[in-house]
């Protein structure tokens, strides 16, 4: 996507300014909602899409996904053994098709 057709659509975004747009944008489906394909947020403990559907930035609709430190915990080597980079998108995309969540176990 050209910058200025991105930057068109910044000020539609519900997320703060830590969501930015993914590598691949267009393999991301738009939201049926607002028709917007999201921005993500990707740290050390979650992952996070957001689009234009919420009240503010602050409190919006989000997918998520497992955080990569959430496999480098579970794994008694301290690798990240089973983590894909992809489930984000993947998740976003399923929800996108189905509008059914996948669940997502953080836990060990």
């Known amino acids: 996507m050209p910058v200025i057709s991105k930057l068109r ?7 703060i300014d830590d969501f930015k ?9 738009k939201c049926p909602n607002c028709g917007l394909r999201p921005k993500v947020w990707v740290f050390d ?4 899409t957001a689009c234009g559907c919420g009240k503010d930035k602050y409190n919006h609709f989000s997918i998520q996904a497992k955080s990569i430190m959430s ?11 089973g983590y894909d980079s992809n489930e984000l998108r993947d998740n976003w995309n399923h929800w996108v098709k189905t509008g059914k969540l996948r669940s997502i176990n953080n836990g060990n």
Do not use: A, E, M
Not at 21 to 29: A, E, Q, S, V
């Open 21 to 29: 747009f993914p590598k691949g944008l267009k393999n991301w489906l």
């Open 71 to 81: 496999y480098y915990y579970r794994n008694n080597n301290g690798t990240i053994d």
């Open 45 to 48: 403990n979650g992952r996070h």
């Open 9 to 15: 659509f910044i000020d539609k975004y519900k997320c």
